[in-house]
């Protein structure tokens, strides 16, 4: 009697690692939209919490009209596979590039999860 432990599931591993590279880009993404909330808020001065909010509102906008790009944009070349500008001696981060018959995460789940995710610090903050 041959007595093994049960193979991992190759679907389970898939969804694991998609969801951790979804919740990293959307955590990216609202962390770029924070920042930029901050600098715009602090430069204007008045009220500082209801300039944030406003561009938060704004930038929640921008990811949404960004999640209707499609898969061939420019945005969607840069959430699969995370290039970044060239610097001394090449790129500094070559990123992932998946194999044609790899599943991939859609750039628009990406701006979807990010744009909501901005909407709703700008709307209860």
Do not use: H
Request: aromatic fraction near 8%; proline fraction near 5%.
């Amino acid at each position: 009697m041959n007595v093994c432990a049960a193979p991992y599931s190759q679907p389970a591993v898939w969804i694991v690692r998609e969801l951790v590279r979804l919740l990293v880009r959307i955590a990216v993404a609202v962390l770029i939209a924070i920042v930029i909330a901050e600098v715009r808020a602090v430069i204007t001065g008045g009220d500082t919490t209801r300039t944030f909010q406003i561009v938060m509102l704004l930038l929640g906008a921008v990811y949404l009209l960004l999640a209707g790009t499609g898969t061939g944009s420019t945005a969607s070349r840069m959430v699969n596979w995370g290039e970044i500008t060239p610097g001394f001696g090449g790129t500094i981060f070559r990123g992932f590039r998946p194999k044609p018959e790899d599943r991939q995460l859609t750039p628009g789940a990406v701006f979807v999860g990010s744009g909501v995710a901005c909407l709703a610090i700008g709307l209860f903050v």
